[in-house]
């Protein structure tokens, strides 16, 4: 099983990024898609997450600014980042889970996201 994130970098403060994630070797049916994220020395925190029919969950803090979207047909989900700021700052990890007893949770490596003032 592999969750491959590409996107992340070094911006500017309200610049935009977008984050991409294929899941592979999966052989459930893959359920919900998306993103969480952890800053320095913070706990983990949920950014978004899109169902498999397209239903949306956003933090408040990214509400307005990111838009997350998915390719069930290449099980690939994006985050598209606008207007970023310094406190987007940190490793922003792909999730998805898959099956539906039991249900199993997968993760990505991670990809950093540096967002300077």
């Known amino acids: 099983v592999q969750l491959v994130e590409s996107g992340g970098g070094l911006v500017q403060a309200g610049d935009s990024l977008r984050l991409s994630c294929a899941a592979s070797?999966?052989?459930?049916?893959?359920?919900?898609m998306g993103w969480y994220r952890q800053a320095p020395e913070k706990q983990r925190e949920l950014v978004a997450l899109?169902?498999?029919?397209?239903?949306?969950d956003y933090a408040d803090s990214v509400k307005g600014r990111f838009t997350i979207s998915r390719d069930n047909a290449k099980s690939t989900v994006y985050l598209h980042m606008n207007s970023l700021k310094p406190e987007d700052t940190g490793v922003y990890y792909c999730?998805?889970?898959?099956?539906?007893?039991?249900?199993?949770?997968?993760w990505g490596q991670g990809t950093q996201v540096t967002v300077s003032s």
């Open positions: 899109i169902s498999k029919g397209g239903a949306t």
């Open positions: 999730y998805t889970d898959a099956g539906v007893v039991p249900r199993y949770d997968y």
């Open positions: 070797g999966i052989f459930l049916s893959i359920n919900r």
